[in-house]
């Protein structure tokens, strides 16, 4: 099982760029590396995901070096409302492999300040 | 769309009482999970399920039994509450998209708060 390690916390300031690194040396082939976002009494909700290289999306960029043994979730010139836990998840996507299970990180505490 | 929606919001057992976690979606998916959260940590999957009529374990299934009769609803059941259950329960759905490269999103409810004395 693919388990992932994240800093417990980081904290920026608004308009900076935040890198937040997923550390997940045991990957599996069949993985998928996927951020969430959870508010406080909330459910997590879905940043971005990707398998290799790089994924942009309107909110995040994902970097995944070729060995996919970490990746770093880029959040562009952060504001208040992204102080939130961000979590890494890896896993399969494909629910028929007969080892299928989801590890989610610990996650990362960030505190954005004015 | 409600989206996902769970059911109740928060509860109180005794040691030993059972109870039952609703969970909905309206979305049409076909994967449903069932997660607990501790305080300071991440999720970890209880059970999930692939479709209607289908469950399977994850990574902490004892103590917890589920059932997915009908598609939009997945049960979560506590057969005799111990105060180790005490955690925040989410319930997600999502879809495997093809489209445009292979990937999945999991929609979360907004999380039932149990506490078990």
């Known amino acids: 099982l693919a388990k992932t390690t994240q800093p417990i916390s980081m904290d920026s300031y608004e308009g900076q760029e935040v890198n937040i690194t997923c550390s997940h040396n045991n990957i599996a082939t069949n993985d998928y590396i996927t951020w969430y976002q959870q508010f406080p009494s909330q459910g997590p909700r879905f940043i971005i995901q990707?398998?290799?290289?790089?994924v942009t999306n309107e909110v995040a960029s994902l970097f995944i070096p070729a060995d996919r043994k970490s990746s770093t979730l880029s959040l562009p010139r952060v504001s208040l409302s992204d102080t939130a836990v961000y979590y890494c998840?890896?896993?399969?996507?494909?629910?028929?492999?007969?080892?299928?299970?989801?590890?989610w990180g610990a996650g990362t505490k960030l505190i954005i300040k004015p | 769309n409600a989206g996902v929606t769970q059911t109740p919001k928060f509860r109180v057992l005794k040691t030993g009482q059972s109870m039952t976690l609703l969970c909905a979606q309206d979305?049409?998916?076909?994967?449903m999970y069932w997660y607990r959260q501790d305080p300071g940590m991440g999720l970890r999957l209880i059970h999930y399920?692939?479709?209607?009529?289908?469950?399977a374990k994850g990574e902490v299934p004892d103590g917890y039994n589920v059932s997915r009769l009908k598609k939009q609803n997945f049960l979560l059941g506590l057969e005799s509450a111990a105060p180790s259950q005490t955690s925040v329960y989410f319930c997600?759905?999502?879809?495997?998209?093809?489209?445009?490269?292979?990937?999945?999103?999991?929609?979360f409810g907004p999380g039932t708060r149990l506490l078990v004395l």
């Open positions: 990707g398998y290799k290289t790089k």
């Open positions: 979305m049409n998916h076909e994967y």
């Open positions: 998840l890896v896993g399969p996507i494909w629910k028929m492999d007969s080892n299928y299970q989801l590890i």
């Open positions: 997600a759905s999502s879809y495997l998209r093809l489209a445009g490269g292979p990937g999945e999103t999991q929609y």
């Open positions: 399920s692939v479709g209607e009529g289908t469950t």
